[in-house]
């Protein structure tokens, strides 16, 4: 190729083609701003912090109601304006702005008025059904349609290896989007007992100081009748779980019987519960109930957290403040996944669907139960979209759930809320002497956050920028096979 008159040889090669340059050489020379620059597989968002890890976050805007040990006024978002200095992995101190002085051991990282939060927590996930949906797809988005693939992929599929692999997966792109703990759910039915459960050990020690990792059974509430299943069950968390026990509750004729055994059972073992509760749009679907009701029966002292409650949003206002004040009473705390519950709730093949499927989070929380939203399933037949970011959670829970304008303190639902219920000490909030766990982004005020998926976020782990590079879905094409 002839060079043309007044342009040197370099600007030609940079003209040239993008076919003519091999995709590792074109990938090499962009940084994440678009610039051309050096090769980095490595991205740490906009924000450029200290090699050290000490440094001031200047002009920061921090949700006071995610902040503890600290004398700050918050404006009309609830959202205080601060100086956030960090040493040695911790956080140092949490001033007004301005107020920190001159510190040459902490060089000073100006966030322009960014909103900072602390790492999130995601209290209601499924890492091992997670990215299965390429081979195994819900023909016609219903639940039933869940159901029957996510048992025939099961059956098929989950190796040891295999379930490991998404899950990895999974934490993987939790950890680069923010996330700090996770609590899944692990299918507990016949053989996956034995394969899942180690995994899920494994997995929690290799990935501990990144991410903390709890897991509850998942199997539905009829098999709690079965002696020697509990027995199977109980043994793996005992082995290999958290102290944590659960299962899936349905509306059948022997509901108290079989919530008597699986209470009977936690009490004995010391474990606290977690139960999937009336993830439908019937109003006679009444677990919720059921359940508040066998807390107060068995006087039962440990957490309880149960998730979707959908049906309770369709209950007449008499019936429905009369459970929201069984649940408060019984110390129930709620987890409502809006993502997930607006993909299957209502779902009918021609109609467009009538309801958000989401539980009565508004009048739970005025009511004081603790409650908060979480990232439910991803990639998968229960849900085919998502990526475990909490940050899509709160934006899309936002608008799904309407938790603007009600209150400026409902980031509390995938921070402080989740971790005091999975009893995670310092987790899920901003306090000094705590973890330098955060999470920078550019957005200035609730309407900027929401109004973009905040991608260039930077993530901080012990005082230091993580890498924020997703994993390739592509990674997992090796697990995909004949895809139905």
Same mark, same amino acid.
């Given at each position: 190729?002839?060079?043309?008159?007044?342009?040197?040889?370099?600007? $030609?090669?940079?003209?040239?083609?993008?076919?003519?340059?091999?995709?590792?050489?074109?990938?090499?020379?962009? %940084?994440?701003?678009?610039?051309?620059?050096?090769? @980095?597989?490595?991205?740490?968002?906009?924000?450029?912090?200290?090699?050290?890890?000490? $440094?001031?976050?200047?002009?920061?805007?921090?949700?006071? $109601?995610?902040?503890?040990?600290?004398?700050?006024?918050?404006?009309?978002?609830?959202?205080?304006?601060?100086?956030?200095?960090?040493?040695?992995?911790? !956080?140092? %101190? +949490?001033?007004?702005?301005?107020?920190?002085?001159?510190?040459?051991?902490?060089?000073?990282?100006?966030?322009?008025?960014?909103?900072?939060?602390?790492?999130?927590?995601?209290?209601?996930?499924?890492?091992?059904?997670?990215?299965?949906?390429?081979?195994?797809?819900?023909?016609?988005?219903?639940?039933?349609? &869940?159901?029957?693939?996510?048992? &025939?992929?099961?059956?098929?599929?989950? @190796?040891?290896?295999?379930?490991?692999?998404?899950?990895?997966?999974?934490?993987?792109?939790?950890?680069?989007?923010?996330?700090?703990?996770?609590?899944?759910?692990?299918?507990?039915?016949?053989?996956? +007992?034995? !394969?899942?459960?180690?995994?899920?050990?494994?997995?929690?020690?290799?990935?501990?100081?990144?991410?903390?990792?709890?897991?509850?059974?998942?199997?539905?509430?009829?098999?709690?009748?079965?002696?020697?299943?509990?027995?199977?069950?109980?043994? &793996?968390?005992?082995?290999?779980?958290?102290?944590?026990?659960?299962?899936?509750?349905?509306? +059948?004729?022997?509901?108290?019987?079989?919530?008597?055994?699986? /209470?009977?059972?936690?009490?004995?073992?010391?474990?606290?519960?977690? /139960?999937?509760?009336? #993830?439908?749009?019937?109003?006679?679907?009444?677990?919720?109930?059921?359940?508040?009701?066998?807390?107060?029966?068995?006087?039962?002292?440990?957490?309880?957290?149960?998730?979707?409650? $959908? %049906?309770?949003?369709?209950?007449?206002?008499?019936? #429905?403040?009369?459970?929201?004040?069984?649940?408060?009473?019984?110390?129930?705390?709620?987890?409502?996944?809006?993502?997930?519950?607006?993909?299957?709730?209502?779902?009918?093949?021609?109609?467009?669907?009538?309801?958000?499927?989401?539980?009565?989070?508004?009048?739970?929380?005025?009511?004081?139960?603790?409650?908060?939203?979480? %990232?439910?399933?991803?990639?998968?037949?229960?849900?085919?979209?998502?990526?475990?970011?909490?940050? #899509?959670?709160?934006?899309?829970?936002?608008?799904?759930?309407?938790?603007?304008? @009600?209150?400026?303190?409902?980031?509390?639902?995938?921070?402080?809320?989740?971790?005091?219920?999975?009893?995670?000490?310092?987790?899920?909030?901003?306090?000094?002497?705590?973890?330098?766990?955060?999470?920078?982004?550019?957005?200035?005020?609730?309407?900027? /956050?929401?109004?973009?998926?905040?991608?260039?976020?930077?993530?901080?782990?012990?005082?230091?920028?993580?890498?924020?590079?997703?994993?390739?879905?592509?990674?997992?094409?090796?697990?995909?096979?004949?895809?139905?």
């Amino acid at each position: 190729m002839r060079d043309r008159p007044g342009r040197d040889k370099s600007e $030609c090669d940079a003209r040239m083609p993008q076919r003519t340059m091999p995709c590792e050489r074109r990938l090499a020379r962009l %940084s994440i701003y678009g610039d051309i620059g050096e090769a @980095s597989s490595v991205t740490t968002g906009f924000a450029s912090l200290p090699a050290s890890g000490s $440094c001031r976050l200047i002009r920061t805007r921090i949700p006071l $109601c995610l902040v503890d040990g600290a004398a700050l006024a918050a404006d009309r978002d609830g959202l205080a304006l601060a100086d956030i200095a960090i040493d040695d992995g911790r !956080i140092a %101190s +949490i001033l007004p702005a301005g107020t920190d002085g001159i510190d040459a051991d902490h060089p000073p990282v100006d966030l322009d008025g960014g909103i900072v939060l602390p790492r999130l927590v995601d209290a209601h996930v499924h890492l091992d059904k997670g990215h299965i949906w390429p081979r195994r797809r819900n023909p016609d988005g219903s639940f039933k349609g &869940a159901l029957e693939n996510v048992l &025939a992929d099961r059956e098929a599929n989950w @190796s040891a290896d295999d379930v490991r692999a998404r899950m990895e997966f999974g934490l993987r792109c939790a950890l680069a989007h923010g996330t700090a703990a996770v609590r899944t759910h692990i299918d507990s039915l016949g053989k996956q +007992i034995g !394969i899942s459960w180690p995994v899920l050990a494994e997995l929690r020690a290799e990935w501990a100081g990144r991410i903390t990792l709890q897991a509850s059974p998942l199997f539905g509430l009829q098999f709690a009748l079965d002696a020697a299943h509990m027995q199977a069950v109980t043994k &793996a968390v005992l082995a290999h779980g958290d102290g944590l026990f659960g299962c899936v509750t349905y509306m +059948i004729p022997e509901i108290d019987q079989a919530l008597d055994i699986v /209470f009977r059972n936690a009490i004995d073992h010391g474990f606290d519960l977690d /139960f999937h509760v009336d #993830e439908t749009n019937d109003p006679e679907a009444r677990a919720l109930e059921h359940i508040a009701d066998a807390v107060l029966r068995h006087r039962f002292a440990g957490k309880i957290l149960c998730g979707h409650c $959908c %049906s309770l949003a369709l209950q007449q206002p008499r019936d #429905e403040a009369s459970i929201i004040a069984k649940v408060k009473e019984a110390g129930i705390a709620v987890v409502s996944l809006p993502m997930c519950n607006m993909y299957l709730q209502d779902r009918q093949a021609g109609r467009t669907p009538r309801w958000r499927g989401v539980t009565a989070l508004h009048e739970l929380k005025a009511a004081g139960v603790p409650v908060m939203i979480a %990232s439910d399933n991803t990639r998968d037949p229960f849900y085919a979209y998502g990526d475990l970011d909490l940050i #899509e959670v709160l934006r899309e829970g936002t608008r799904i759930l309407q938790l603007d304008h @009600s209150g400026t303190d409902w980031a509390n639902a995938v921070a402080r809320t989740p971790a005091d219920v999975m009893g995670l000490a310092g987790a899920g909030r901003l306090s000094p002497g705590g973890p330098a766990d955060l999470i920078l982004t550019r957005a200035r005020d609730w309407t900027e /956050f929401f109004a973009r998926p905040q991608s260039d976020r930077t993530v901080i782990v012990a005082g230091k920028a993580i890498d924020t590079t997703l994993p390739d879905h592509r990674e997992l094409d090796h697990l995909m096979g004949a895809q139905p």
